[in-house]
């Protein structure tokens, strides 16, 4: 039987009007690919090297067919390069495509035929995701460029404070801004050698952050005016509204306001089985960034920096009433259960 290669499939005109689905199977340097029709026959399993190049080489002489791949790092751009070249790009959720990630036979070859014959039979099979435009990822790489620098800094003040106590001294001060070399000058002459350098690089790093801080609020004001209505939020700063926006980019997919929730993973879990109904934890599926930078602004709001911002659990009239509520059910509660109040 003679192979079938890449270039069969562009030149025959048989294989040009089958329903050709394919399951591409991305590494980081190379890339394993499964062709099946519409019969569910394999009729290529090639590699291809994960370069703009060789993908648009390899696919855009193909006939218009249905690739699956999976998140990663690459599917983001790999995606919108098999858009443009007219076939239909359909990325699956690896966490959710358990025939791959928990399978015993795992090698390329297998994952690439398991991505080709679930897109054939259901793509909802696959828990498809829409990646964000480049525009959008680019934008939103300032936001993660800064937050990769606020991590330096915290680990490094961790490490200077932590080196200092291993002496019995301390360095002075709480807000990481601050930190600048002059901050060595009460330390002990061994000390002050080891970490002059330590505290010139957190000085470096908060005036990187800053610089960061300021290319944001630019581009919120150029780009995004819709930050300004997130804005309006107490607690909600131009880093969080900005952030929220990119994120999810179109909130028209979403039926309604609740399910952008569900999309960060602010939702309880759910495993109910006849007439079990556990009270499950947050899932913290999606964007782990946008969910931390939410808690925090929700922090703001009921810390101490809350300003007059009124609410049933602030010390108002509304608030009065809802904690003699909460007492009365509690006692409702203990009388329910006789020595709860005062447990032996």
Same mark, same amino acid.
């Given at each position: 039987m003679k192979k079938i290669t890449t270039r069969t499939i562009c030149?025959?005109?048989?294989?040009?009007?089958?329903?050709?689905?394919i399951g591409l199977d991305v590494g $980081?340097?190379?890339s394993f690919y499964c062709v099946? $029709? =519409?019969k569910g026959e394999v009729i290529l399993e090639a590699k291809v090297a994960t370069r703009v190049e060789a993908l648009r080489e390899t696919f855009g002489r193909m006939p218009r067919s249905r690739i699956a791949l999976e998140t990663g790092t690459h599917s983001p751009w790999i995606s919108?390069?098999?858009?443009?070249l007219g076939h239909e790009a359909i990325v699956a959720h690896a966490r959710d495509v358990r025939l791959i990630g928990e399978s015993r036979r795992k090698d390329d070859k297998i994952d690439a035929q398991v991505l080709a014959r679930l897109a054939r039979i259901d793509p909802q099979l696959l828990s498809p995701i829409q990646h964000r435009s480049a525009e959008a990822q680019a934008d939103l790489s300032v936001i993660r460029a800064r937050y990769a620098l606020v991590r330096a800094r915290t680990g490094l003040i961790c490490a200077a404070r932590g080196l200092t106590?291993?002496?019995?001294?301390?360095?002075?001060?709480?807000?990481?801004? #601050?930190f600048r070399p002059e901050m060595g000058e009460t330390l002990s002459p061994q000390l002050r050698v080891a970490l002059t350098?330590?505290?010139? +690089?957190? !000085?470096?790093?908060t005036e990187r952050i800053?610089?960061?801080? $300021?290319?944001?609020?630019?581009? #919120?004001?150029?780009?995004?005016?819709?930050? #300004?209505?997130?804005k309006q939020v107490k607690g909600i700063g131009t880093l969080i509204a900005l952030t929220y926006i990119l994120t999810l980019e179109d909130p028209r997919r979403f039926r309604k306001s609740r399910d952008a929730a569900c999309y960060v993973g602010l939702q309880p879990g759910r495993r109910n089985s006849g007439q079990s109904e556990p009270q499950l934890h947050i899932t913290r599926e999606g964007d782990s960034y946008l969910r931390m930078v939410l808690v925090q602004g929700a922090q703001h709001i009921l810390g101490p920096f809350r300003g007059g911002l009124r609410s049933p +659990?602030? =010390?108002? !009239?509304?608030?009065?009433?809802?904690r003699q509520k909460r007492q009365e059910a509690r006692h409702r509660s203990l009388e329910e259960r006789p020595g709860a109040a005062n447990p032996v």
């Open positions: 030149r025959s005109s048989r294989l040009q009007d089958r329903q050709l689905t $980081d340097r190379s099946i $029709d =519409g919108r390069l098999l858009s443009e106590k291993s002496f019995g001294e301390r360095i002075r001060g709480r807000n990481p801004k #601050a350098p330590l505290l010139h +690089a957190l !000085e470096t790093i800053r610089e960061y801080d $300021d290319q944001i609020e630019k581009l #919120a004001e150029e780009k995004y005016p819709e930050v #300004a209505l997130l +659990a602030m =010390g108002t !009239e509304a608030g009065g009433a809802w």
